[in-house]
């Protein structure tokens, strides 16, 4: 074991044995070699203990921490308490990192004096040999650049995730920033992410992309229904965590992520949860929805819930229901449009179980690309297209010229059995 490495790579575990070799080793093998790897087992009984010790028998880098099951927070604050490293970085167990992810990093960081530094992803669906990196166009002025304590909204605007990064320890250890314990809960990233952005001088994004952050694991945590009040728990947690330390200003920023996510929540837990979590929904913006007084749209959201609570969760019942049906009776699924929206949409299909019905994605005219990931994109007058019984999804966004030519495409065809994209994106809980 490197007494002082450059880097320590915490790499929290608990049942992911059939994703752990790939991810070990994509550590492992990283130009950086200065690091120490330490690998909690939270608990597993996959096997994946002992995985780990072997990796660790075979590389003094390499050590493991063998605990009872007692969450995510828990073990991600133990495996930082036995950081050694200048800075911190996180690798969650089912995903992997490129080689010079570490390298990369490390050297700006350095370069530049930061308190965390970040890079940009790639959404990965290895089961589908595709990969797409997130990039917001938008904050292209902003990589690069040093975004100093009083940029708090600015920082907040990029991607949230604490993986993607690197922490400088002392950072972290002089700023007391943890992981909320709390057993058997999700989402305890999002608060030390927010104490973060919060509490660091410097921080940088990179225009770069060397983290895989894998989306076809169906037994993520992000993917369970049935886990409703762990987004509101965290930023309640969270509030109260830092009550009398952060100004009021950063405090309505954690109160506007506590509404906005928890709003989004909604869409993400099981139909039969849905009007008690409004509920909570309603109190939290009683309390804080004041942090939107200058935005109309999410006021709108807000009092759209509040005038009618037992109507809006019956509408947004009712409107997935019928989508899920219409889903479940088609043979087979074509995305019309295999351009950005078009691989979200092939994206959230994934996410919710729905990608083994893609036939193919197809364009009015000759496609620039020949396949996403393992689907393929065609002409849309191709004969190997077969409309029959296929539900058409519309990937432009609806009311616009391209949509309505995109309909106009489909009734010359007589194709009639078509979705319009908002009707997933509107629906159904993803990232993004």
């Given at each position: 074991?490197?007494?002082?490495?450059?880097?320590?790579?915490?790499v929290?575990?608990?049942n992911?044995?059939?994703?752990?070799p790939?991810?070990?080793?994509?550590?492992?093998?990283?130009?950086?070699?200065?690091?120490?790897?330490?690998?909690?087992?939270?608990?597993?009984?996959?096997?994946?203990?002992?995985l780990?010790?072997?990796?660790?028998a075979?590389?003094?880098?390499?050590?493991v921490?063998?605990?009872?099951?007692?969450?995510?927070?828990?073990?991600?604050?133990?495996?930082?308490?036995?950081?050694?490293?200048?800075?911190?970085?996180?690798?969650?167990?089912d995903?992997?990192?490129?080689?010079?992810?570490?390298?990369?990093?490390?050297?700006?960081?350095?370069?530049?004096?930061?308190?965390?530094?970040?890079?940009?992803l790639?959404?990965?669906?290895p089961?589908?040999?595709y990969?797409?990196?997130?990039?917001?166009?938008?904050?292209?002025?902003?990589?690069?650049?040093?975004?100093?304590?009083?940029?708090l909204?600015?920082r907040?605007?990029?991607?949230?995730?604490?993986?993607?990064?690197?922490?400088?320890r002392?950072?972290?250890?002089?700023?007391?920033?943890c992981?909320?314990?709390?057993?058997?809960?999700?989402?305890?990233?999002?608060?030390?992410?927010?104490?973060?952005?919060?509490?660091?001088?410097?921080?940088m994004?990179?225009?770069?992309?060397g983290?895989?952050?894998?989306?076809?694991n169906e037994?993520?945590?992000?993917?369970?229904?049935?886990?409703?009040?762990?987004?509101?728990?965290?930023?309640?947690?969270?509030?109260?965590?830092?009550?009398g330390?952060?100004?009021?200003?950063?405090?309505?920023?954690?109160?506007?992520?506590?509404?906005?996510?928890?709003y989004?929540?909604?869409?993400r837990?099981?139909?039969?949860?849905?009007?008690e979590?409004?509920?909570?929904l309603?109190?939290?913006?009683?309390?804080?929805?004041?942090?939107?007084?200058?935005?109309?749209?999410?006021?709108?959201?807000?009092?759209?819930?509040?005038?009618d609570?037992?109507?809006?969760?019956?509408?947004?019942?009712?409107?997935?229901?019928?989508?899920?049906?219409?889903?479940?009776?088609?043979?087979?699924?074509?995305?019309?449009?295999?351009?950005?929206r078009?691989?979200?949409l092939?994206?959230?299909?994934?996410?919710?179980g729905?990608?083994?019905?893609?036939?193919?994605?197809?364009?009015?005219?000759?496609?620039?690309?020949?396949?996403?990931?393992?689907?393929?994109?065609?002409?849309?007058?191709d004969?190997?297209?077969?409309?029959?019984d296929?539900?058409?999804?519309i990937?432009?966004?609806s009311?616009?010229?391209?949509?309505?030519?995109m309909?106009?495409?489909?009734?010359?065809?007589?194709?009639?059995?078509?979705?319009?994209?908002?009707?997933?994106?509107?629906?159904?809980?993803?990232?993004?």
């Amino acid at each position: 074991m490197i007494d002082e490495p450059k880097v320590s790579v915490i790499v929290p575990v608990y049942n992911v044995a059939r994703y752990l070799p790939e991810c070990i080793e994509s550590v492992l093998f990283q130009s950086l070699k200065d690091i120490e790897v330490i690998c909690v087992n939270d608990g597993s009984t996959d096997g994946s203990g002992e995985l780990l010790d072997k990796y660790a028998a075979q590389d003094n880098r390499v050590s493991v921490i063998h605990k009872k099951n007692e969450g995510y927070g828990r073990a991600m604050n133990i495996g930082m308490g036995r950081a050694k490293g200048r800075y911190i970085s996180i690798v969650e167990s089912d995903d992997k990192i490129l080689p010079d992810f570490l390298e990369t990093l490390y050297r700006s960081a350095e370069e530049n004096e930061l308190d965390i530094i970040k890079s940009e992803l790639y959404f990965w669906l290895p089961t589908r040999s595709y990969s797409y990196r997130y990039h917001g166009d938008s904050r292209d002025r902003y990589f690069g650049q040093v975004l100093p304590r009083e940029r708090l909204w600015l920082r907040c605007q990029f991607l949230m995730n604490t993986w993607s990064g690197l922490y400088r320890r002392g950072f972290i250890e002089s700023n007391c920033i943890c992981h909320h314990e709390s057993p058997g809960a999700s989402f305890q990233d999002n608060g030390f992410w927010m104490q973060g952005m919060i509490f660091a001088e410097r921080v940088m994004v990179l225009n770069y992309a060397g983290y895989m952050y894998r989306q076809d694991n169906e037994s993520a945590s992000i993917k369970d229904k049935a886990k409703v009040y762990t987004m509101s728990d965290e930023y309640e947690w969270l509030a109260n965590h830092l009550k009398g330390k952060v100004s009021s200003r950063e405090m309505d920023v954690i109160n506007s992520y506590r509404l906005i996510r928890g709003y989004r929540n909604l869409y993400r837990i099981d139909d039969k949860y849905k009007r008690e979590y409004c509920n909570r929904l309603i109190s939290d913006y009683e309390q804080y929805g004041d942090v939107f007084f200058n935005d109309v749209g999410w006021q709108d959201n807000y009092c759209e819930l509040t005038s009618d609570t037992d109507s809006f969760c019956d509408r947004i019942i009712d409107r997935k229901r019928k989508v899920t049906t219409t889903l479940a009776g088609a043979a087979s699924l074509i995305i019309y449009g295999a351009g950005k929206r078009g691989e979200r949409l092939f994206r959230l299909l994934c996410f919710h179980g729905w990608g083994g019905k893609m036939q193919c994605f197809i364009e009015t005219g000759m496609p620039e690309k020949h396949t996403i990931g393992d689907v393929s994109v065609y002409q849309m007058d191709d004969k190997r297209v077969n409309y029959e019984d296929a539900l058409v999804i519309i990937s432009a966004e609806s009311g616009g010229k391209m949509a309505n030519e995109m309909r106009q495409a489909l009734s010359d065809r007589s194709i009639t059995r078509l979705m319009i994209g908002e009707d997933l994106i509107d629906n159904y809980y993803m990232i993004c």
